[in-house]
T-cell receptor, first 114, second 119 residues
Framework: GAGVSQSPSNKVTEKGKDVELRCDPISGHTALYWYRQRLGQGLEFLIYFQGNSAPDKSGLPSDRFSAERTGESVSTLTIQRTQQEDSAVYLC????????????FGPGTRLTVL | AQSVTQLGSHVSVSEGALVLLRCNYSSSVPPYLFWYVQYPNQGLQLLLKYTTGATLVKGINGFEAEFKKSETSFHLTKPSAHMSDAAEYFCAVRAGWGDSGAGSYQLTFGKGTKLSVIP
């Protein structure tokens, strides 16, 4: 079956603009995660969705970051008024939802803020 | 809260030599541990994971890792390196049962170790 897909694969934007990143999880996966990977760094957790429960937003770095997910389908991560420090690869992962279940990662969106 | 330390941001081995990538973790409860591999311009792929049971875990592509609670370690090994093993490797920890705080399901990643294989 299809894996996790993300779009766009690359995004170049100017400082101050808003951007939207999209994630299509594996069908049937109830859990969805967003992570950020800065150059030379490990992955940082941003936000977690599990079914219809309230999302865990504890990793969002500022109120410029927000994410939505409708049911168990597509999620969008929005960054408002982008800053140069937002430049990173944004990775989405999905899983069946159990605490030991494997998270399957998408290829990521490389965001460059000029 | 949990954390992961990967010793060595870059490791070079000769083709056919032993691969050893080190990972130490801290966790207030018994952890679930993962190794992911990232090939250039690709997403992360799970190599192996430890949840419960046998502490020696075998994964794909001939890799294995051993959970050592006394050493808080989960080092990744492969007896004989292949050119195709050149990639970046990430160790990750997730809180196990007992940590009921928000964010228990997220993974905490190390900074990664880039493996080079010399022909």
């Amino acid at each position: 079956g299809a894996g996790v897909s993300q779009s766009p694969s690359n995004k170049v934007t100017e400082k101050g603009k808003d951007v939207e990143l999209r994630c299509d999880p594996i069908s049937g996966h109830t859990a969805l995660y967003w992570y950020r990977q800065r150059l030379g760094q490990g992955l940082e957790f941003l936000i977690y969705f599990q079914g219809n429960s309230a999302p865990d937003k504890s990793g969002l770095p500022s109120d410029r970051f927000s994410a939505e997910r409708t049911g168990e389908s597509v999620s969008t991560l929005t960054i408002q008024r982008t800053q140069q420090e937002d430049s990173a690869v944004y990775l989405c992962a999905s899983s069946r939802g159990g605490v030991t279940d494997t998270q399957y990662f998408g290829p990521g969106t490389r965001l460059t803020v000029l | 809260a949990q954390s992961v330390t990967q010793l060595g941001s870059h490791v070079s081995v000769s083709e056919g030599a032993l691969v050893l990538l080190r990972c130490n973790y801290s966790s207030s409860v018994p952890p679930y541990l993962f190794w992911y591999v990232q090939y250039p311009n690709q997403g992360l792929q799970l190599l192996l994971k430890y949840t419960t049971g046998a502490t020696l875990v075998k994964g794909i592509n001939g890799f294995e890792a051993e959970f050592k609670k006394s050493e808080t370690s989960f080092h990744l090994t492969k007896p004989s390196a292949h050119m195709s093993d050149a990639a970046e490797y990430f160790c990750a920890v997730r809180a196990g049962w007992g940590d009921s705080g928000a964010g228990s399901y997220q993974l905490t990643f190390g900074k990664g170790t880039k493996l080079s294989v010399i022909p």
